[in-house]
């Protein structure tokens, strides 16, 4: 117990350190924000989906539920990388319908199944994009920098963990600690990232950012020992793939999908198929891969439900 304490609060303190020294670097665009049309694509699928909810009810179901059921909704959608560089200086919350990858194929669905939380009589972009924004972003809130966006799985466990979103289950599924593990891809591939290529005073305080999160005490349950925790896994637990190699922790994600057949399944953007698939089940896609070294597991948490003598009051 003193163990898991510990290693606990140490987490904790490394986050401090790293939302303190992220903090300055989000000034430069404070307070920008681009249009809707540049943020949002697909708003005829978006409202497919919304009338779908809404009238087979998915707000009764459990997040989790909630969340494959957006997930299932979007299967086919074309594999698409890269849909995050909108801009060449200004960040924002944003999401594309059209086409996306393992991280915005997650990260979309997580936040629809989190904005049906907010009961209303129907829902519009701006809601799912609050939701992402959310998630995304460090502490929730995107000032207007490309450095206020979590850019690895493994930081976007410990924020979003920290601020309720996420339960981190990694440990107690017998996870182990990865070993010297060094954060470098952002600023090894600045070429690929449209803000890093045109803003080149980005790269420097990226690096500290990555040095700081390669000191992180992550976990993984190695791809031997998946077969056997994968009946504990539920829907929507974000499945994140953990790498044997440098530049990162993971080097994919996915959500966790309970089939009919009682299997659970890696439902994800996968770059070989091209589109969102519900693909294999956990253990076997491990193997498919020698760079899999095994997985992370973070279940989602519901947002917590307005105060309603709290809202009463502010609205006088």
């Given at each position: 117990?003193?163990?898991?304490?510990?290693?606990?609060m140490?987490?904790?303190w490394?986050?401090?350190a790293?939302?303190l020294?992220?903090?300055t670097?989000?000034q430069?665009?404070?307070?920008?924000h681009?249009?809707?049309?540049?943020?949002?694509?697909?708003?005829?699928?978006f409202?497919r989906?919304?009338e779908?909810?809404?009238?087979?009810r998915w707000?009764?179901?459990?997040?989790?539920?909630?969340?494959?059921?957006?997930?299932?909704e979007?299967?086919?959608?074309?594999?698409?990388?890269?849909?995050?560089?909108?801009?060449?200086r200004?960040?924002?919350p944003?999401v594309?319908l059209?086409?996306?990858?393992?991280?915005?194929?997650?990260?979309t669905?997580?936040?629809?199944?989190?904005?049906?939380?907010h009961p209303r009589?129907?829902?519009?972009?701006?809601?799912l994009?609050?939701?992402?924004?959310?998630?995304r972003?460090?502490d929730g809130?995107?000032?207007?920098?490309?450095?206020d966006?979590?850019h690895?799985?493994?930081?976007w466990?410990?924020?979003?963990?920290r601020?309720?979103?996420?339960?981190?289950?990694?440990?107690?599924?017998g996870?182990?600690?990865?070993?010297n593990?060094?954060c470098?891809?952002?600023?090894?591939?600045?070429r690929?990232?449209?803000?890093l290529?045109?803003?080149?005073s980005?790269?420097e305080p990226?690096?500290r950012?990555e040095?700081?999160?390669?000191k992180?005490?992550?976990?993984?349950v190695?791809?031997?020992?998946?077969?056997?925790?994968?009946?504990k896994?539920?829907?929507g637990?974000?499945?994140?793939?953990a790498?044997?190699?440098?530049?990162g922790?993971c080097?994919?994600?996915?959500?966790?999908y309970?089939?009919?057949?009682?299997?659970?399944?890696?439902?994800?953007?996968?770059?070989?198929?091209?589109?969102?698939?519900?693909?294999s089940?956990?253990?076997?896609y491990?193997?498919?891969?020698?760079?899999?070294?095994?997985i992370?597991?973070?279940?989602?948490?519901?947002?917590?439900?307005?105060?309603?003598?709290?809202?009463?009051?502010?609205?006088?």
């Amino acid at each position: 117990m003193e163990v898991r304490v510990c290693w606990a609060m140490l987490r904790i303190w490394l986050w401090s350190a790293l939302s303190l020294g992220a903090l300055t670097l989000g000034q430069a665009a404070a307070g920008q924000h681009l249009p809707l049309e540049t943020t949002f694509r697909g708003r005829a699928k978006f409202e497919r989906m919304e009338e779908k909810a809404r009238s087979e009810r998915w707000d009764r179901l459990a997040l989790g539920d909630r969340v494959v059921r957006a997930g299932r909704e979007l299967e086919g959608t074309p594999y698409k990388g890269f849909t995050l560089e909108i801009h060449d200086r200004i960040e924002s919350p944003s999401v594309n319908l059209e086409g996306m990858d393992c991280w915005t194929f997650f990260e979309t669905a997580l936040g629809f199944a989190r904005m049906l939380e907010h009961p209303r009589s129907d829902y519009g972009p701006e809601d799912l994009l609050r939701e992402v924004e959310q998630t995304r972003y460090r502490d929730g809130v995107c000032h207007g920098n490309y450095l206020d966006r979590i850019h690895y799985l493994a930081e976007w466990y410990v924020d979003n963990e920290r601020r309720g979103n996420l339960k981190d289950l990694t440990h107690d599924l017998g996870g182990i600690r990865f070993v010297n593990r060094r954060c470098t891809e952002m600023t090894t591939l600045w070429r690929s990232y449209r803000y890093l290529r045109n803003n080149p005073s980005l790269r420097e305080p990226m690096a500290r950012l990555e040095a700081r999160i390669s000191k992180l005490p992550m976990e993984y349950v190695p791809t031997s020992q998946v077969k056997g925790i994968e009946g504990k896994l539920r829907n929507g637990d974000v499945i994140g793939i953990a790498s044997k190699y440098q530049g990162g922790f993971c080097s994919h994600v996915g959500l966790a999908y309970r089939a009919p057949d009682g299997t659970t399944r890696l439902m994800h953007a996968s770059s070989d198929a091209k589109r969102v698939i519900v693909d294999s089940p956990v253990h076997i896609y491990l193997k498919r891969y020698d760079k899999h070294a095994g997985i992370l597991v973070g279940r989602p948490l519901p947002p917590p439900k307005p105060n309603a003598a709290r809202t009463r009051a502010a609205r006088g």
